[in-house]
């Protein structure tokens, strides 16, 4: 095959992944809906190939499930799963922050420090806080996400926080070096989203309900008040996970029914 064309089928595998990424998102694909190549490429109009890709992607993030010789599911999730997510995102945060403050601390006690506790120079690379240009840079950008995440919660509209909130946390994540750390936690808040939106849009009215502390953490972020950063989190997974449990009658998050 010639690379353009390989390029090309990427690029396409890539547009329609996010494409149904956004349909679940947007609740316009719900949890046990099922559909097959064919009329996911009828759609878009397109060739079965980049279909089939782009859905075997999202499987493998979690957010379709394939069913044999029926085609793919929407997954649905349990408020367990929530609870799980939840978890997990703390257990990351901790780790990031945790290791962002051994760094300060080796970086405090200079190299002739860091010789002496017989460790490595800080790397350039996977693991290193950015220089503090990029850093600047960074938190500039960070802010406006976490700026527009906060307009938008407060004024209950999910469909924009969505976008905003997943791109705040992605570059608050690349504030400390780790792109392993960044693309799971990445991951995770993808699924928090899948796994909440079902509930979320049965709500009714959000104005008022949504986590809008954003800024918040990008203030002690700037500061680098590892502490408050973290008190920060935990307040909004205690509240996220409250309304959550709230907006659930049973165990299962699903659809409304039509």
């Not at 390989?6 to 890539?14: G, I, K, N």
């Not at 060739?47 to 089939?52: D, I, L, Q």
């Not at 994540?173 to 909440?196: E, I, Q, V």
């Amino acid at each position: 095959m010639p690379a353009s064309s390989a390029v090309t089928r990427s690029t396409l595998r890539q547009q329609i992944a996010e494409a149904l990424r956004d349909e679940v998102l947007g609740g316009r694909l719900v949890p046990g809906q099922e559909f097959t190549v064919k009329e996911i490429a009828e759609q878009y109009g397109v060739s079965a190939t980049p279909v089939r890709e782009a859905l075997v992607d999202l499987s493998a993030q979690g957010l379709l499930d394939s069913v044999q010789h029926r085609g793919f599911r929407v997954h649905e999730f349990s408020l367990a799963d929530f609870r799980g997510m939840v978890e997990a995102r703390s257990l990351i945060t901790d780790a990031i922050f945790h290791g962002y403050v051994a760094r300060e601390k080796l970086a405090a006690a200079g190299q002739e420090g860091l010789e002496a506790l017989g460790a490595p120079p800080s790397p350039s690379g996977i693991g290193a806080e950015p220089d503090e240009k990029t850093r600047g840079a960074l938190l500039s950008s960070v802010r406006r996400r976490g700026e527009e995440a906060q307009r938008a919660a407060l004024a209950g509209d999910l469909n924009v926080l969505i976008g905003y909130d997943l791109r705040f946390w992605r570059e608050v994540s690349t504030l400390f070096g780790n792109p392993y750390l960044t693309d799971f936690l990445g991951r995770l808040r993808l699924l928090s989203w899948a796994c909440a939106v079902p509930l979320l849009r049965q709500a009714g009215e959000l104005r008022g309900r949504l986590w809008a502390g954003h800024p918040h953490l990008v203030d002690a972020l700037a500061r680098r008040d590892i502490q408050t950063a973290q008190v920060t989190i935990s307040q909004y997974n205690a509240q996220s996970l409250a309304l959550i449990e709230s907006l659930s009658g049973e165990d299962t998050v699903t659809a409304p029914e039509a």
